[in-house]
């Protein structure tokens, strides 16, 4: 199912707009969606970017910690106590 959107525009902005399909050889509508569709792939792949920028930082890291089965039986321990009241 399709569904309108309204957006106002000033003259200039939608004129503007309008040059930009125009070169295309689109429909004004078509070319925003279009340009729509653009943004938010782009906005997506940018975060996708910065989660694997944080992870290979963070991957840079060397912090002491336990081997996994002190921190099991840490966690384990955790579980079974119960909580302070």
């Known amino acids: 199912m399709t569904k309108r959107l309204q957006v106002l525009l000033d003259d200039e902005e939608l004129a503007d707009i309008q040059r930009h399909a125009r070169k295309r050889h689109q429909t004004t509508a078509s070319w925003v ?46 579980y079974l106590e119960p909580l302070p009241e």
């Not at 969606?33 to 940018?46: K, V």
């Not at 694997?52 to 912090?63: K, M």
């Open 33 to 78: 969606r279009a340009t729509l569709r653009e943004a938010r792939l782009s906005e997506s792949q940018a975060d996708v970017a910065r989660v694997l920028a944080v992870l290979d930082e963070a991957s840079g890291h060397s912090f002491p910690a336990p081997d996994i089965e002190q921190m099991l039986e840490e966690i384990e321990r955790g």
